[in-house]
């Protein structure tokens, strides 16, 4: 169960995309099509933003987008906002009731 | 809405035993999948352990199997997580989660209890 791999930072302009890469295997992002994705402000607890790769649940803006291909899937977060300074994770199904989470990529806006 | 409250953090020797409890409200409780979160200070999440609305078969991470089990109380609305065996890479903040009936994704978080394993 070897976690999925991140950058460790990115960074943007308001307005401007960043895109967020999350690299697993085929024991985990090749196979499964339950990534999911989530904002960590410092000192809060996870939000879930993207589920099922692409999905948003109900209150996200649909700023925040998802994909995958192959083993990689990617977050993009369209038109920067101030508030959009966080830490970002995946996470992914990896077996039956299992999951593996990202290394964790925090995103400065500049 | 949701709300799950974690409790049973604090600090504990390296060999020590540590149970923590995590109350769930604003949902049907005794139909959820329910998870297990950690993060160590400055680090990032790791996925800890599952178990299923009708807590058969439950799931861990390698790394806890054999010196965790996960639990719950359907009656009380409550998860537990007891940990035996502790290490020093124990030592985290340890979050509760809902499992999605819709699909395969950890959807609600509380917020989070912090574990200190240390001599």
């Known amino acids: 169960q070897s976690a999925l791999t991140q950058p460790r930072s990115v960074s943007g302009s308001p307005g401007q995309s960043v895109t967020i890469s999350c690299t697993g295997s085929r024991g985990d992002v090749g196979t499964y099509n339950y990534v999911s994705w989530y904002q960590q402000h410092p000192g809060k607890a996870p939000r879930l933003l993207i589920y099922d790769v692409t999905k948003r649940p109900s209150g996200v803006p649909d700023r925040f987008s998802g994909s995958k291909s192959g083993n990689t899937a990617s977050l993009t977060i369209f038109g920067l906002q101030a508030d959009d300074e966080a830490d970002y994770y995946c996470?992914?199904?990896?077996?039956?009731?299992?999951?593996?989470f990202g290394t964790g990529t925090k995103v400065t806006v500049l | 809405q949701v709300q799950l409250v974690e409790s049973g953090g604090g600090v504990v020797q390296p060999g020590g035993s540590l149970r923590l409890s995590c109350a769930a409200s604003?949902?049907?409780?005794?139909?959820?999948?329910m998870h297990w979160v950690r993060q160590a200070p400055g680090k990032g999440l790791e996925w800890v352990a599952f178990?299923?609305?009708?807590?058969?078969?439950?799931y861990y991470t390698d790394s806890v199997r054999g010196r965790f089990t996960i639990s719950r109380d359907n009656s009380k609305n409550t998860l537990y997580l007891q940990m035996s065996w502790m290490t020093v890479e124990d030592t985290a903040v340890y979050y509760c989660?809902?499992?999605?009936?819709?699909?395969?994704?950890?959807?609600?978080w509380g917020q989070g209890t912090l574990v200190t394993v240390t001599s």
């Open positions: 178990i299923r609305y009708n807590e058969k078969n439950n």
């Open positions: 996470c992914s199904v990896a077996g039956r009731f299992t999951y593996v």
């Open positions: 604003g949902f049907t409780f005794s139909t959820y999948g």
């Open positions: 989660a809902t499992d999605s009936q819709d699909t395969e994704t950890i959807d609600y």
